[in-house]
């Protein structure tokens, strides 16, 4: 049992406010909320603050205080892991198994989305896509799939609603789930919680650990994006087993009462196999970000920070 004192740096407290609602509900009670965080086994921040480097986070005084107990879990799409944690969307070239693990999201099923298992409809369409096409060249490929139960819709002028994207899920045998400006998506977790099979094209994404997602989803390399509708046609007489096998795959890795206990095992899982103190293993992740594409952006900020006489 691990005791979890949560927390936020940033503005936003929107995730930081799910996970303690979470909390609450978690069926499995083997962690615990900790009020003080001098004596907890972990310091949790959930963060959702538009904050790329992590600046609050880093120079927080727990992080300072208590660096190898300080772990994050970060929704975001475009964060640089500089401390460890659980993220909704790290790269593969910036995950690492003694520093991260990835995560779901959870934030987005507060807004309003209500999506209820339709394990015994049966789809009309065989796949389908509603989202903007400008986010990734993927997305693109995907308006030039040509079939008589396909529909794909590009949102980008507007053109879609969240009744439209509930309408693609319920009714398709597949949904296609492209990268997007990052590699992981929510849409992925509406289409497990819809007992409906994702289709993954995402060459990046890695993820997250527990679900045999073998067993429900389809992982189709982006520069096979074309060949979709066959493919699918192929295996459209095993979408309802699919369907059933990641509605409940959902239920038992990513559901509300469950997602807490799942962090937090996620976060000792990095504890347990971390053979080097935090405290070196940090300088490795700007080491790492200085030879990635965020490195320029990384630059400027280093420089005005140390203009401004702030910690980089």
Do not use: K
């Not at 900790?34 to 538009?50: C, G, Q, S, V």
């Amino acid at each position: 049992m691990a005791h979890v004192y949560v927390t936020v740096a940033g503005a936003d407290r929107s995730v930081y406010d799910e996970v303690l609602r979470r909390a609450a509900l978690d069926r499995f009670g083997v962690h615990r909320l900790a009020p003080d965080p001098d004596r907890a086994d972990l310091i949790l921040f959930a963060e959702y603050a538009d904050e790329p480097f992590q600046q609050s986070v880093r120079h927080h005084p727990l992080v300072r205080r208590h660096r190898e107990r300080c772990f994050v879990l970060d929704e975001r799409d475009h964060t640089f892991p500089f401390l460890p944690g659980v993220y909704a969307s790290v790269p593969r070239a910036w995950s690492h198994p003694d520093r991260t693990r990835s995560g779901g999201y959870r934030v987005m099923f507060q807004h309003g989305i209500q999506i209820d298992p339709v394990l015994g409809a049966a789809p009309g369409l065989l796949f389908s896509f509603v989202g903007a096409f400008w986010t990734a060249a993927v997305r693109r490929r995907l308006g030039a799939l040509d079939h008589p139960r396909g529909w794909v819709c590009d949102t980008s002028s507007g053109g879609g609603s969240r009744g439209a994207y509930l309408q693609a899920i319920t009714s398709s045998a597949f949904v296609l789930c492209p990268r997007g400006l990052a590699p992981a998506t929510t849409r992925l977790f509406d289409v497990m919680r819809a007992g409906r099979v994702p289709v993954v094209l995402a060459d990046d994404w890695v993820p997250p650990e527990g679900p045999d997602w073998d067993a429900f989803a389809l992982r189709v390399p982006e520069a096979e994006a074309a060949r979709l509708p066959a493919t699918l046609e192929a295996l459209e007489g095993t979408a309802r087993q699919r369907g059933a096998a990641a509605r409940a795959a959902w239920e038992a890795w990513f559901a509300p009462d469950v997602s807490f206990h799942r962090a937090v095992e996620g976060c000792l899982d990095i504890q347990s196999c971390r053979r080097v103190p935090e405290r070196v293993l940090r300088w490795r992740a700007l080491w790492q970000l200085a030879h990635q594409p965020y490195r320029y952006n990384f630059y400027r900020y280093a420089r005005a920070a140390l203009r401004a006489g702030r910690p980089i």
